[in-house]
């Protein structure tokens, strides 16, 4: 087993691997900006290195600042969290040609799964269900509008090296594809360095469903269930719950399938999601693989008992999977609010002093979070500050241990997304399990 | 051993200055710089809370939030401001902490601190002389040290003249970003 890991990341998801190391007895190295030089997960480590000032760029995406500091401390693994270096495939290289081993795929599944028309060409080629679009890459007008043609109106045309809601275009009717197909290419290449775009047919009011699998190195590709990640904000989860309210024992067992052998068409390891798209008619469609751990993992680790954390170390350590398909039992049901510092009607961020922290507790929560009392939520990262993620019998029994964690929560000094998770738990049709990707656009008008 | 001395690989790094006044004015809570006028209305809400014996009050407007709070049995008073506009362009005022060691009696004194992450080394091999002891007198440009990092030897110049007054990292010790390395007395001269 790995001796000392470096963990190149912050706040709740570095201290969420700080945890696990220390379970496995594996000795930990937080890295921090100037910024962060008093945060907990510094704190919590065994040693810890200051990689640069404030601004990303320069301190936790710095690649050789981060590959110094575990240089100098003698770490053997960096684990890189989610975000910053974790779906960089160059990182993943240079860790794997100096000998630091790098705690996710291999660069060359990050660099391919990263291509997301080329994973779409991959998985169709495999005879399974993609969302009806552009073979490949577009490269022409004229070929857009063939394409585009072909799948039929409405369409979004995306960035292939996008995500996170980057680079897309919706096109409702042929006259608009040409200037959306060059403003979508702008916008790729002065966002992603990269300008080719594909297009697929736009769903009205889908739901995403994306799927957990794990993989060892011999091949063994297991699934850990579904969640569901309808409710978003610009094109960003705010909410998740599994198993999803629409998905059947049946449509379960089909969708998991295909996201094992998705994976298995490449020879993934480690750790990844599969995110489809559900119509309203249940039929569902690939869209692309998440060559990391993702920020909703822990209500997968809810419902199975794995430590989704510690397999991943364990398989970058070269272990095969601890067990098989058919030892996972999907147990009640879980669901996670991310708290994000930010204005709960306008969503824009609200960074500040947090002068009263106090996490709630009790049976069936639990708080991911590198918060505490006078602490400064600093401008310069992301806004999520804390996930609740609660456990029951049911949904109905996770949400009502949702609407009391809600309730105990105290964070005094900002504004957050609290109130908002209140009034998403109050909707009825939220409590029935009606809603799909535009269910908070809907919600916020009215 | 040989090692460093036989790479040839030298790249200059531009070390970063933190000057002892900029270091003192960030050592503070974090809060920007408040206007005349903006300082009178926190005093008028303080003097509020008081009179109406409140221990809270936030109010908002035109994107600016003060928050203030009066506990009468710490008797300590605290005021936080957030500004978007403001607080995007002076990112410097969240205080770093590395450079929160270097208020000492040394006024005057500028910190050399490490540009990258990586070995301090104060000589260029084992077996030469450092490139500066304490009380030798610099000249801008001139070369301080080797930080080395990824198998490359950064050599650490002078931004100034000055007399080195203090060496603050042990040769061959891992230094962080930021972490002070000399203090330099910039008013000496030869």
Redesign the interface.
């Given at each position: 087993m790995f001796k000392k890991v470096l963990v190149a990341n912050r706040g709740e998801i570095a201290l969420r691997v700080i945890r696990a190391c220390k379970e496995l007895g594996i000795q930990t190295v937080a890295i921090c900006s100037?910024?962060d030089?008093?945060s907990l997960h510094v704190r919590a480590a065994d040693e810890k290195?200051?990689?640069?000032?404030?601004?990303a760029a320069l301190?936790y995406r710095n690649i050789?600042?981060v590959?110094?500091?575990a240089?100098?401390?003698g770490a053997d693994a960096i684990h890189p969290g989610y975000g910053f270096l974790s779906e960089n495939a160059h990182f993943a290289e240079v860790c794997e040609s100096?000998g630091v081993k790098f705690i996710g795929p291999s660069s060359e599944h990050i660099a391919l799964l990263g291509d997301k028309a080329k994973a779409r060409e991959i998985v169709a080629g495999r005879g399974l269900p993609v969302t009806p679009g552009s073979p490949g890459e577009l490269k022409s007008e004229q070929g857009a509008l063939e394409a585009a043609d072909k799948v039929g109106y409405p369409v979004i045309i995306k960035a292939s090296a996008g995500g996170g809601g980057r680079g897309m275009r919706v096109v409702n009717k042929a006259e608009d594809l040409a200037r959306a197909f060059q403003a979508a290419q702008a916008e790729a290449k002065t966002t992603f360095g990269n300008d080719a775009v594909y297009l697929e047919r736009y769903f009205l009011e889908p739901r995403h469903i994306e799927v957990q699998i794990v993989a060892d190195h011999r091949g063994h590709v297991v699934h850990l269930g579904e969640r569901d990640c309808s409710i978003q904000r610009r094109h960003q989860k705010l909410l998740e719950e599994t198993p999803s309210p629409a998905v059947n024992e049946k449509l379960r067992r089909e969708i998991c399938r295909v996201a094992v052998e998705a994976v298995k068409a490449v020879h993934y390891r480690n750790v990844g999601t599969v995110e489809f798209l559900l119509d309203k008619d249940h039929n569902f469609f690939f869209m692309e693989v998440n060559t990391r751990i993702q920020v909703e993992h822990a209500i997968t680790e809810m419902v199975t008992g794995i430590d989704l954390i510690k397999e991943q170390i364990r398989l970058a350590d070269g272990h095969s999977l601890s067990f098989k398909q058919q030892d996972i039992k999907l147990n009640g049901h879980s669901l996670e609010c991310r708290i994000n510092a930010e204005d709960p009607e306008k969503f824009?961020p609200?960074?500040?002093?947090i002068?009263k922290y106090s996490a709630p507790g009790g049976f069936g929560v639990r708080v991911d979070s590198a918060m505490e009392s006078n602490m400064?939520v600093?401008?310069?990262y992301d806004s999520m500050i804390a996930k609740i993620i609660t456990h029951g019998r049911d949904r109905q029994e996770s949400i009502a241990r949702m609407r009391r964690a809600l309730d105990e929560f105290v964070i005094e000094?900002i504004k957050t997304t609290i109130p908002l998770h209140k009034r998403i738990l109050n909707d009825p049709d939220f409590q029935k399990g009606h809603v799909s990707t535009s269910f908070l656009e809907r919600f916020l008008t009215s | 051993m040989s090692k460093r001395a036989s790479n040839k690989s030298k790249k200059n790094k531009k070390p970063v200055i933190v000057s002892q006044a900029v270091a003192s004015t960030q050592s503070g809570?974090?809060s920007p710089l408040l206007s005349g006028q903006q300082t009178k209305q926190i005093q008028e809400l303080i003097d509020l809370l008081k009179k109406n014996s409140l221990t809270e009050m936030e109010i908002e407007r035109e994107g600016l939030?003060i928050?203030v709070?009066y506990e009468t049995g710490q008797r300590t008073m605290?005021a936080?401001v957030?500004d978007?506009g403001m607080?995007?362009s002076s990112?410097a005022s969240?205080a770093?902490?590395?450079t929160g060691t270097l208020i000492e009696d040394t006024t005057g004194m500028i910190t050399i601190a490490s540009p990258?992450?990586?070995?301090f080394y104060r000589s260029p091999s084992p077996d030469a002389d450092p490139y500066v002891e304490e009380g030798d007198y610099v000249k801008k440009g001139q070369v301080l040290c080797i930080v080395e990092?990824?198998k490359l030897m950064n050599e650490i110049e002078s931004e100034m003249n000055g007399r080195i007054t203090k060496i603050l990292a042990e040769s061959t010790k891992?230094v962080?970003?930021?972490?002070s390395l000399f203090l330099i007395d910039p008013t000496a001269t030869s």
């Open positions: 100037e910024a030089a008093s290195v200051c990689v640069g000032p404030a601004d301190s050789p600042n590959l110094s500091a240089e100098i401390t100096i824009t609200c960074p500040g002093m002068t400064m600093v401008p310069f000094g | 809570e974090g939030r928050r709070r605290m936080t957030q978007p607080s995007v990112p969240y770093p902490a590395t990258i992450v990586g070995t990092a990824m891992p962080e970003y930021g972490q």
